[in-house]
């Protein structure tokens, strides 16, 4: 990916790992600190609180309490979905 863009651009693959990973930093602290952030025509990152469950243990099939945590939820843009859709393997 980052050779790909790296050609596109014309800029040094470094750079653009670089830039690529602050982009991700950049996400995960808006997560964590309970902000939503949105990338028009991407989607947007959430953070969302999970209420606590009885699960199952697929090995066991016994109960299994699970707790009250917190989870990223990623909503795609309208247009993402739309392009998802189109494309020959879905």
Do not use: C, D, Y
């Amino acid at each position: 990916m980052f050779q790909r863009i790296a050609g596109r651009t014309g800029l040094e693959q470094r750079v653009v790992k670089e830039v690529a990973n602050q982009f991700l930093v950049e996400i995960e602290t808006a997560v964590v600190e309970n902000r939503s952030l949105q990338i028009r025509s991407f989607g947007t990152f959430i953070l969302k609180r999970r209420q606590a469950k009885m699960g199952r243990n697929p090995f066991t099939n016994e109960p299994v309490p699970v707790p009250t945590h917190l989870t990223v939820v990623f909503k795609p843009a309208p247009r993402l979905k739309k392009r998802v859709n189109q494309s020959p393997s879905a």
